[in-house]
């Protein structure tokens, strides 16, 4: 099983940057999908974004599409969540998500997760 740790969370103004970082502990990361996952409060955790394990496809959440993007180096074993123009409705709980591949993700079949970073987008 893959072992997540999240980094980079934090309390921002809307319209800021954040850059969510997720380390991987083993060398099979490189054969898994990774993605984030969110969860705000009273709400249920939803997909945000998902890339394959060679980079070749994304898939990102029609509500951030424009927004945030992911990307990955399977030589750190870490894959980012780049958000931009963040709004207050982004508040939530991020968590590293991995799994077999993005389909799976999506409807959220899922191998690991992250214990999550705060995000707090104060308007």
């Known amino acids: 099983q893959v072992q997540l740790v999240e980094s980079g969370g934090g309390l921002v103004q809307a319209g800021d940057s954040l850059r969510l970082s997720c380390a991987a502990s083993?060398?099979?990361?490189?054969?898994?999908?990774m993605g984030w996952f969110r969860q705000a409060p009273e709400k249920e955790r939803e997909f945000v974004a998902a890339t394959s394990w060679s980079s070749g496809r994304t898939s990102i959440a029609d509500f951030v599409k424009g927004r945030f993007t992911i990307s990955r180096d399977n030589v750190k074993n870490t894959v980012w969540l780049q958000m931009n123009s963040l709004k207050p409705e982004d508040t939530a709980v991020y968590y590293c998500?991995?799994?077999?591949?993005?389909?799976?993700?999506?409807?959220?079949?899922?191998?690991?997760w992250g214990q999550g970073t705060q995000v707090t987008v104060s308007s």
């Open positions: 998500v991995a799994g077999v591949n993005i389909a799976l993700m999506e409807s959220g079949a899922l191998a690991s």
């Open positions: 083993r060398e099979t990361f490189t054969t898994y999908a």
